[in-house]
C-alpha cells in the first residue's frame, strides 16, 4: 500500500488512539459498602449452592457459574470446587479453569529451565481435549484429574493436588523432568 493512501486511514484513527479515557467517578463509601455488602450475599448463596449434598446440583450448579463474565464469581466457584471432596466437582473445576486461561505455563521446579507457555488455541469443553501452541501445535486432553499434553516424541503428564496445582512429568526418550503448572488464581 502507498503511503498517500495510507495517511488518511492514519488521520482519522490518531483522534481516537490518543484520546484519553472516560473518567470513572468513585461511588461513596456507602454505595460501595452497599454494593460489595450484596455481591458478598450472593456469593455466599453460590458457596452454599455448590456445597449441596446433591452431586446433581453441585456439578449444574459450579458448570453454569464456571461461564459468567464476572470473574470474581469464576474464581470462587474454582475455589469451592478445588477445595470440595467430590472427585467429579474437582476434575470439572480443573477443566473449566485450564480452558479459562489463555496459556499454560509450565514450570521446571528445582531447575534452571525457563518456564514453557503453551497458548490454548482450541478447547472443547465436553471431551477435554485441547489444542496447544509452543511454536508447533501440540494435542492435550483433560482426563479427570490428570493433564496431558503431546508434543514430537514428549509427554506432558500432570495430576492435580491438594494444593491446586498440576504436577507430574515432563517425559522425553529416558529423561524425566518435573513438571508443575499453578492454578490458582487467574
Not at 470513572?24 to 456507602?30: D, K, N, R, V, Y
Not at 475455589?79 to 480452558?99: G, N, V
Request: aromatic fraction near 6%; proline fraction near 7%; charged fraction near 25%.
Amino acid at each position: 500500500m502507498h503511503l498517500n493512501r495510507l495517511a488518511p486511514l492514519v488521520l482519522a484513527v490518531l483522534p481516537a488512539l490518543s484520546a484519553p479515557a472516560p473518567a470513572q467517578t468513585l461511588p461513596s463509601p456507602e454505595s460501595l459498602l452497599a454494593g460489595a455488602s450484596e455481591q458478598g450475599a450472593l456469593m455466599d448463596k453460590y458457596r452454599e449452592i455448590l456445597r449441596n449434598p446433591d452431586a446433581d446440583i453441585r456439578h449444574s450448579a459450579f458448570i453454569q457459574l464456571a461461564v459468567v463474565e464476572d470473574p470474581l464469581i469464576r474464581q470462587m466457584a474454582y475455589d469451592e470446587a478445588f477445595s470440595a471432596s467430590d472427585a467429579t466437582l474437582r476434575a470439572l473445576a480443573l477443566r473449566y479453569s485450564l480452558f479459562d486461561r489463555e496459556s499454560i505455563i509450565v514450570q521446571y521446579p528445582g531447575s534452571e529451565l525457563p518456564p514453557d507457555a503453551y497458548r490454548l488455541v482450541e478447547r472443547n469443553y465436553s471431551t477435554g481435549e485441547f489444542v496447544a501452541r509452543s511454536g508447533n501445535t501440540r494435542p492435550g486432553r483433560v482426563q479427570g484429574l490428570q493433564v496431558m499434553i503431546e508434543y514430537n516424541r514428549c509427554m506432558l503428564e500432570l495430576a492435580l493436588n491438594d494444593d491446586d496445582m498440576l504436577v507430574g512429568e515432563q517425559i522425553c526418550a529416558e529423561q524425566r523432568i518435573p513438571i508443575q503448572v499453578d492454578l490458582r488464581g487467574m
